[in-house]
């Protein structure tokens, strides 16, 4: 195994351990799909043929505040921790290990709040089906990659401010007001409408309810990856311009 | 009194200082940690905000799953949802910097009890937690296209006040009885969530049992029922009583909770809840 794919695995092992003994785990992955699914099945209960999109949204709904916490919460945890310094110190890419750590954030959280959603949706006797198992596999790794690169954005963003806490609260609800995953973009009002557009987690909705209910479309899969990609380089080159700051400010724990 | 190695009072304090003299400068010092926790920055561009999208996210989810007829009482709902926010997530930080910064011990120790010396801390959340409400809603009403309600509301907006004190004791009841077990970062999460859930805000009452049943005894259901009953002029007045009881139950558990705390301190002479 070459070093750059060894301290890669390493850094999402160490993650994964890290985000098992994280409380916030159990709030964002855990607590927030149950309530969220239990207030939209108990407010107005769907059709049985719209149960699919329901839960599908709240799960999406979910993986986003998770992404938020979790895996966009990685360097703001290397800098609590004083870790970061070293992190971007080594001889590989710091980029690495930024990538290695959300992926098992969000590996994590993408296993817990699917455990948690079926839960709920069985309790509450809502129909789970799924039509294409491979289809859904496909569109859950797409989503896996999307969480990543959206959790390694978001980190970035935590490191050019000292109330990452205020932020991580605040950045939850646009996404989930205006993202097109629990409320539908027609909806929302008419100037809003493309906003849906760019978020990957709105293609990927379409994906897994095409999984669940038969239909499969390639087309949102591939704007999907598309944009998956696009979020991959700016945190990449978000991240590589904030570390060369603080080198330059010589503040990078105080960024 | 919870120590016998109480501090005698202090130099800089009147020389009968009374006990209101000394709760006001606690909740001077509260005001001065809420204002280094929350900068103008962030208030102005992240916790202002994010209450108007969420009074504008659970409006219009609830329109979108229940009817156009139901927005109404979401948007009255919603409001108590961003106040669990910024009180009941809001006063963790109390105990929490207390554990942190290893400050118990000057607050068991001081002259004001601890109970009082706490809660005095807490207030500031509530009063700017209602403040930003007010703003919060005003901005989010013209947004979903209900500002006519929003304006008929309004005469109501002091029972928004008062459960804002009751949520906030009931954040100070769930983060003092955790903050010893680690659990200070999920408990209120965990009432928040319960808040969201269980107090009618979004789901009627009587749609699940167990739901109801928590919501009986959480603050922020009696007081929204308090609300909704005025504005459809019925009686009101039971379940103002109701929203009051439950916080001063809440407060109860909260002083009972910092009595505990700072007795096994004193009698194990640390403060080291981790």
């Not at chain 1, 849906?196 to 999907?224: E, F, R, Y």
């Not at chain 2, 109501?156 to 077990?181: C, D, E, N, P």
Request: aromatic content about 8%.
């Amino acid at each position: 195994m070459s070093g750059a794919l060894w301290m890669f695995v390493t850094a999402f092992r160490m993650e994964q351990r890290a985000m098992q003994r994280n409380p916030l785990l159990l709030v964002n992955s855990g607590m927030l799909p149950a309530v969220f699914l239990v207030i939209a099945v108990e407010t107005g209960r769907p059709e049985p043929d719209g149960a699919a999109e329901l839960i599908v949204a709240v799960m999406l709904t979910a993986l986003w505040g998770s992404t938020v916490w979790m895996s966009g919460g990685v360097l703001r945890r290397e800098r609590s921790f004083g870790t970061l310094a070293r992190c971007v110190s080594g001889v590989w890419s710091p980029y690495l290990v930024l990538l290695g750590k959300s992926l098992g954030a969000t590996v994590t959280s993408v296993g817990a709040i699917l455990v948690s959603t079926g839960v709920t949706a069985a309790a509450l006797g809502l129909p789970l089906s799924v039509s294409h198992p491979v289809w859904i596999a496909v569109s859950l790794m797409v989503l896996v990659c999307s969480g990543t690169a959206l959790g390694a954005l978001v980190s970035c963003l935590f490191l050019v401010t000292r109330n990452g806490l205020v932020w991580s609260h605040a950045l939850m609800y646009p996404v989930f007001a205006v993202g097109g995953l629990l409320i539908p973009p027609h909806a929302l009002p008419a100037w809003l409408r493309w906003a849906p557009d760019l978020l990957s987690l709105h293609w990927i909705k379409d994906c897994l309810i095409d999984g669940a209910t038969g239909g499969v479309t390639v087309a949102p899969l591939g704007v999907a990856a598309l944009l998956t990609l696009a979020y991959f380089s700016a945190a990449g080159f978000a991240y590589r311009r904030s570390v060369e700051r603080s080198r330059k400010e010589g503040t990078l724990d105080l960024a | 009194m919870t120590s016998l190695d109480t501090a005698p009072a202090h130099r800089g304090a009147p020389a009968r200082a009374s006990l209101a003299w000394r709760a006001a400068e606690a909740a001077r010092m509260g005001w001065l940690e809420y204002r280094a926790l929350e900068t103008p920055a962030g208030l102005l561009g992240a916790t202002l905000p994010r209450g108007v999208l969420q009074i504008l996210f659970f409006t219009t989810l609830t329109g979108v799953l229940a009817g156009p007829g139901q927005r109404e009482y979401a948007f009255a709902g919603s409001l108590v949802l961003v106040l669990s926010g910024t009180n009941v997530n809001g006063v963790v930080a109390v105990p929490v910097l207390d554990k942190q910064y290893a400050t118990f011990a000057r607050v068991r120790t001081g002259a004001l009890s601890p109970t009082i010396t706490q809660i005095a801390r807490v207030l500031p959340y509530p009063v700017m937690g209602w403040g930003l409400l007010v703003v919060q809603g005003a901005i989010a009403a013209p947004l979903v296209g209900m500002t006519d309600f929003a304006l008929r509301l309004l005469p109501w907006a002091w029972v928004y006040a008062l459960i804002a004190l009751t949520l906030s004791v009931l954040g100070l009841a769930g983060a003092t009885m955790t903050v010893g077990k680690r659990a200070d970062v999920v408990a209120p999460n965990v009432l928040s969530y319960l808040v969201m859930l269980c107090s009618g805000a979004l789901v009627p009452p009587g749609r699940v049992g167990w739901v109801d049943a928590i919501g009986q005894v959480l603050p922020g259901r009696h007081g929204l029922d308090a609300v909704r009953a005025g504005m459809d002029g019925r009686p009101w007045l039971g379940d103002l009583g109701l929203e009051v009881a439950a916080g001063l139950g809440f407060t109860v558990l909260a002083a009972l909770s910092i009595l505990v705390q700072a007795r096994r301190a004193s009698r194990h002479g640390h403060d080291d809840f981790e």
